[in-house]
């Protein structure tokens, strides 16, 4: 069973409104992180907030996180087309495990 | 910064032939390196995670005997997959980790057999 799971397969916006992806995993974690994947390419980390954080910022970027809940969010505002990607949360196997369970991902499209 | 390159890009294989793939960290020491495949409309399958002075853990579906991997320095990495069926088709990811399980990937070999 997947351990982290993003909580929509697909999400669409216009450019410059914001957005928000959803995540909620199921294990005790050290830290969650959102990676982006472009078409063609391999993911990129986009902010990684340990267990011990509520909140991190990377630019228009804007990732929390709820271990009381077991969840986490993505936000991003100010969208650009470019931010079209599937977006992935991930945590560690196990708490302090090199080891990394992706989520299925969210399918992002931003539209001119 | 951290970068991960992995070669070939794209390869065709024969149902039946053996193809190598390899992965090369730059501007970090690859303490662990993770091999994951991500299938059409699938996440990412972890295949096996390498640790330096470790012996390479496998996780439940993959074999040391399809995918044989080495990990012989901080900085390179390669895997083969044998005996390519249809199934093992993918884009094949490889993740370049410190030790503190932030990884830096690369942008995957994608697999096609005919």
């Known amino acids: 069973s997947q351990l982290a799971e993003e909580n929509s397969w697909a999400l669409s916006v216009h450019e410059g409104e914001s957005v928000t992806v959803n995540c909620s995993y199921k294990t005790s974690i050290t830290a969650l992180q959102w990676y982006r994947q472009k078409s063609g390419k391999g993911p990129a980390q986009l902010i990684l907030?340990?267990?011990?954080?509520r909140e991190k910022r990377n630019g228009r970027l804007r990732a929390t996180l709820d271990t009381s809940s077991q969840s986490s969010s993505l936000s991003i505002t100010a969208t650009r087309c470019e931010d079209t990607a599937v977006y992935f949360c991930?945590?560690?196997?196990?708490?302090?495990?090199?080891?990394?369970?992706f989520g299925s991902g969210t399918q992002l499209t931003v539209m001119p | 910064g951290a970068l991960v390159y992995q070669y070939p890009r794209r390869t065709i294989c024969k149902s039946g032939t053996s193809m190598r793939m390899e992965c090369q960290a730059v501007?970090?020491?690859?303490?662990?390196v993770a091999w994951y495949r991500q299938s059409p409309q699938k996440t990412f399958e972890l295949i096996a995670l390498s640790t330096v002075n470790s012996a390479i853990k496998y996780e439940q579906n993959f074999t040391q005997e399809k995918f044989p991997i080495s990990h012989p320095n901080l900085s390179f990495s390669s895997m083969t997959v044998l005996n390519a069926y249809l199934e093992d088709r993918g884009l094949y990811l490889c993740g370049g980790g410190q030790g503190n399980y932030e990884q830096y990937f690369g942008p995957g070999t994608r697999l096609t057999v005919l």
């Open positions: 501007g970090f020491q690859a303490t662990s």
């Open positions: 907030i340990r267990s011990n954080e």
């Open positions: 991930a945590t560690d196997a196990s708490s302090g495990s090199w080891q990394l369970i």
